[in-house]
């Protein structure tokens, strides 16, 4: 079944491990494989299908753009296309949240965001090192990953990665530090070793690095840091924007505004590449051409973001229903870190269980739910996290379902902990699944 993707598919492969089996067609929160099984989607293409899988408005105006020979590739030619999004983009996100901000499309990725934002924040300001936080994610071209912290991607860099100093991120030091103390006394010390930078780069809700949350005090304090030391504060909302913390932005509710802004992910609605680089009117100092690069000006995601913008952001429903959904999710997982010595967290509808004394029980967890269909991920240092990541639009039933399966898994991934012992399963791993299986 998997054999051909085995034989000819590079070893780096990864997500067909986790979940193993060939699907065929998505609607909604739920996939199909071939078997004729169907999945609840607890991860929405790692965020980028906020919307679901083949959002029917998306699609009919996708097709009837193709119909219609529209312009699929432009470089960044001027088309009928982009001007509609750029314009729903300043009248419903732009404008609304008082954002006075250029929009610079840097190709078709998310590290393309963020490459984008630190070589304009190291232009701009004429320094070299950025700031990026522990367990941070920020992308795996090597700018990004320089940025990113977990060891196992840095090391597949193979060349150094520089001119990043890491600090630690809010809670990183426990609830009785705040880590902000110790950045501000080095930052104010000439000797400290680790000089001004040209940006501070955060996510306000770390994805990859294990659900960990930033509070608001807390980056309302790193903003204020950024500005005395006149250094940019760049927020990567590449996981987390596009309304997956119930806000379009996952900061408009926290007092901070930050002078760079990278967006990936669910900007395109339809699971569709597209990055925008977001800007302080004043740090557009680039020269044309500058930065440049192929794919972007992706006109599909162009008119597919154009439509998910004035179906989902002219008024606050889907705000609402997120906040709903995120009440009901985030009692469910409370329950379940209750009776199973985990900790729940998260916003919106990005949320963790941490297993952080038995890291294996989360991936074990995600495993079972597989076979008993859900997909879902782990996330964190040690992969102790279980990451909750549904489409913003999962019908309640759905999401009830997801919860109940996991909740299953769970209680049978912790039962299974003292004979698990002797197997250590790999992180996603077909071998894994398939031990699994041999044992449940
Ligand atoms: C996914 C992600 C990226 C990288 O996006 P790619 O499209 O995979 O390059 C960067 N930052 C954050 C926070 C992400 O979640």
Redesign the pocket.
């Known amino acids: 079944m998997t054999s051909t993707i085995q034989r000819l598919e590079s070893e780096v492969r990864s997500y067909c491990r986790s979940f193993p089996t060939v699907f065929t067609k998505a609607e909604g929160s739920v996939l199909h494989d071939a078997k004729g099984t169907q999945y609840i989607d607890f991860f929405a293409g790692?965020?980028s299908l906020n919307y679901g899988h083949n959002e029917p408005h998306l699609r009919d105006a996708l097709v009837a753009y193709l119909q219609a020979s529209g312009i699929t590739h432009g470089l960044d030619m001027a088309t009928e296309a982009k001007i509609a999004f750029l314009e729903t983009f300043e009248r419903l996100v732009l404008k609304p949240r008082d954002l006075d901000m250029k929009v610079m499309f840097p190709g078709p990725?998310?590290?393309?965001a963020?490459e984008a934002a630190i070589k304009l924040a190291r232009k701009v300001t004429g320094r070299n090192n950025v700031v990026a936080f522990t367990n941070a994610?920020?992308?795996?071209t090597l700018g990004?990953l320089a940025l990113t912290g977990n060891a196992g991607k840095r090391h597949g860099a193979g060349v150094a990665l520089h001119d990043v100093n890491r600090l630690p991120f809010d809670g990183y030091m426990g609830d009785d530090v705040d880590t902000l103390d110790y950045v501000e006394t080095v930052l104010a010390d000439p000797s400290s070793g680790i000089d001004a930078p040209a940006a501070f780069i955060v996510?306000t809700v770390q994805?990859?690095g294990g659900v960990n949350v930033a509070s608001g005090p807390w980056l309302r304090r790193l903003a204020k840091l950024a500005k005395l030391h006149d250094a940019l504060l760049i927020i990567?909302d590449?996981?987390?924007g596009c309304g997956r913390t119930g806000e379009f932005f996952s900061f408009e509710k926290l007092g901070v505004s930050p002078d760079i802004v990278?967006l990936?992910?669910s900007i395109s609605g339809y699971g569709l590449p597209f990055?925008l680089t977001l800007f302080k009117p004043e740090l557009d100092q680039w020269s044309p051409g500058e930065h440049n690069g192929t794919f972007r000006g992706n006109n599909l995601a162009f008119v597919t973001a154009q439509v998910a913008l004035e179906r989902y952001w002219a008024d606050d429903a889907l705000s609402r229903a997120v906040a709903d959904k995120a009440a009901y999710a985030s009692e469910r997982l409370a329950e379940l870190a209750n009776r199973h010595d985990a900790k729940a967290r998260g916003r919106g509808l990005i949320q963790g269980l941490a297993f952080d004394e038995d890291p294996s029980i989360a991936d074990r967890a995600t495993a079972l739910a597989f076979e008993r269909g859900l997909i879902i991920e782990t996330s964190g240092a040690h992969g102790e996290v279980i990451k909750l990541l549904p489409p913003l639009t999962i019908e309640r039933t759905h999401l009830e379902r997801g919860l109940d399966i996991l909740t299953e898994s769970v209680q049978l991934a912790s039962q299974g902990r003292a004979a698990a012992s002797t197997t250590r399963f790999t992180a996603g791993s077909e071998q894994a699944v398939l031990n699994q299986a041999v044992e449940s």
Do not use: L, P, R
């Not at 990725?109 to 393309?112: E, K, M, Q, W």
């Not at 994610?137 to 795996?140: I, S, T």
């Open positions: 790692a965020g990725t998310g590290t393309n963020v994610f920020h992308g795996m990004s996510e994805g990859e990567d590449i996981q987390v990278c990936s992910k990055a």
